[in-house]
């Protein structure tokens, strides 16, 4: 199924347009212009996209890759090295003198006020008798070691975990594909001719419209309206309508008094779907590949199966005669 904000993004990209991820001061990713273009019913703009990419309508690039807290999932998270005994983050890199007698520390502990001294067997330091070596010291349990461990922390709920921890989530840019063109010339196209069907009939008809119901507005692909008889009718455009969305749709179209036309663009609705249409609740037609509504429709058991290489399956569901012609 495609939601009117679905269809208004991916229609947005025509002809050459591209969704580029935004990235906040603070770490946050965002496609601005698709949020703006979604209805609040809609899915996450990212998922939204991500979900068409699948399909193949877009197509994704790689842009880079972010990484979230795995506590709170804020984005930004922070680069820090700690003690590799104590897990603290008080460990500095600092110069560190070795004396012959093994005792190792950092420089000030050797400066006595009287010159050099080694702070663990007293004796003066000549130089011979110390190794200078840039080392990491603790400062919380005083361990002295060559390489720190690494670790992120989140700024925003403090919580410090090593970097394969981190949620990783990629980032792509979005534009649309040659079958997603096709794929949405005929959404669009089974949009203008249903519209076309029902002003022919007297209806006062708008495309992507917005319908509100006790304040609470959403669209629908097409609103008729006969303010002379008192009817009212939204239509829902759909590859293969599945029974939950159907469902949804005819939910939404009681509580607005309006009657729901459900329109397939694939030919094929779900079996439950159908079961709906075969009562009076709900008007179903199919939308076929000469430009024509019809009445036939076919049905699957699931639409599931119906989503993955749906171009290969529009073009079978086609070749096959439709039930109740
Ligand atoms: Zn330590
Ligand atoms: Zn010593
Ligand atoms: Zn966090």
Redesign the pocket.
């Known amino acids: 199924m495609v939601s009117p904000g679905e269809l208004r993004i991916i229609d947005e990209l025509i002809p050459n347009g591209e969704y580029k991820p935004e990235i906040s001061a603070e770490g946050t990713v965002s496609y601005p212009n698709v949020t703006q273009l979604l209805d609040d019913v809609d899915d996450d703009p990212a998922d939204v996209l991500e979900h068409f990419a699948t399909r193949g309508v877009l197509a994704n690039e790689f842009v880079s890759k972010v990484y979230v ?1 795995p ?4 984005e930004g998270l922070q680069y820090t090295t700690v003690c590799s005994a104590c897990g603290s983050a008080h460990a500095i890199e600092t110069t560190v003198l070795e004396h012959v007698c093994g005792y190792a520390g950092p420089e000030t502990e050797f400066d006595a006020a009287d010159g050099y001294r080694c702070p663990d067997c007293e004796m003066d330091l000549e130089s011979s008798d110390v190794d200078e070596t840039d080392r990491y010291v603790c400062e919380e349990c005083s361990e002295i070691f060559d390489i720190p461990d690494e670790r992120l922390w ?1 700024r ?4 410090l975990f090593p970097p394969v921890d981190a949620i990783e989530r990629v980032l792509y840019r979005y534009r649309l594909t040659a079958d997603g063109e096709q794929w949405l010339d005929r959404q669009k196209d089974a949009r203008q001719t249903i519209a076309e069907v029902l002003a022919d009939r007297r209806f006062e008809t708008e495309i992507d419209a917005t319908v509100t119901d006790d304040g609470a507005s959403r669209s629908v692909h097409v609103l008729a309206e006969d303010d002379l008889l008192d009817e009212r009718r939204i239509v829902s455009i759909h590859e293969t309508p599945d029974e939950e969305r159907i469902d949804a749709f005819c939910a939404f179209a009681n509580s607005i008094d309006a009657h729901p036309v459900v329109v397939t663009t694939s030919g094929a609705v779900e079996e439950g779907v159908a079961a709906r249409a075969d009562g009076s609740e709900l008007t179903l037609l199919a939308y076929r590949e000469n430009g024509a509504i019809e009445t036939s429709y076919e049905t699957v058991e699931s639409a599931d199966t119906h989503r993955q290489g749906f171009f290969q399956r529009l073009t079978a569901a086609l070749e096959v005669p439709g039930k109740g012609q």
């Open positions: 807290c506590e709170c999932t804020t989140c925003e709920c403090f919580s």
